[in-house]
């Protein structure tokens, strides 16, 4: 596959095994738009971005998966939630709680420890606890990207890690794309999507 190729078929992927319930799609599409405040913010206000970024578009996008999507046999997929689970290219739920597990742990550290264990010079713990929290989030976020895309390097080759790094950038701006009418089929009723929409726009097997 070419490159948008391939990162057409791993957002069809994404879409299909993890983004039936109709409140997960809405709790993304208020993820997506909170996202998009922390890149505008990036550069006016770091600690605000980040602020943003972890404690608004992250808990909401990771509620939906957590909390909403079914855990069952996928009628639609015809494939069970271990198997789903196993070829997840990205972050699948269990290694989301090893790094959710990372994100708590930083901020309840640097309370113990405002030096980090001396890793943080004098200045930078005069910059205050929440300064500090925001920027040890930021090498998190980062820090998982990179990780998992050089990850898949190893597993599925360079394009596949490259492709799943661009996925996850501009998501945001996707999620909006699609999940915009999320909201409206809650208010008739619609818990799930049938997906029958987006497999007639799958991409080509």
Known sequence: MTFAEELHQQRWDDHRYYHHNRVNQSLHLLSA???????????????VAVMIG???????????????????????????????????????????????SIWVALPALLWISPSLLGLLTDHQVSKGFLHNTAILWFFTGVGAVVFRTVHLFFLKGVQSGLVWATKIITDPIHDIRIYHPAPLYLLKGELYDDMSQWYRERPAE
């Open 33 to 47: 738009c909170c996202f998009i405040a922390s890149y505008l913010l990036l550069l006016v206000d770091p600690v």
């Open 54 to 100: 972890w404690l608004l578009a992250m808990v909401l996008r990771q509620v939906g998966h957590f909390f909403f999507e079914p855990k069952t046999w996928d009628e639609i997929n015809q494939a069970s939630h271990e198997y789903k689970e196993s070829v997840k290219v990205g972050y699948n739920l269990q290694r989301k709680v090893v790094l959710l």
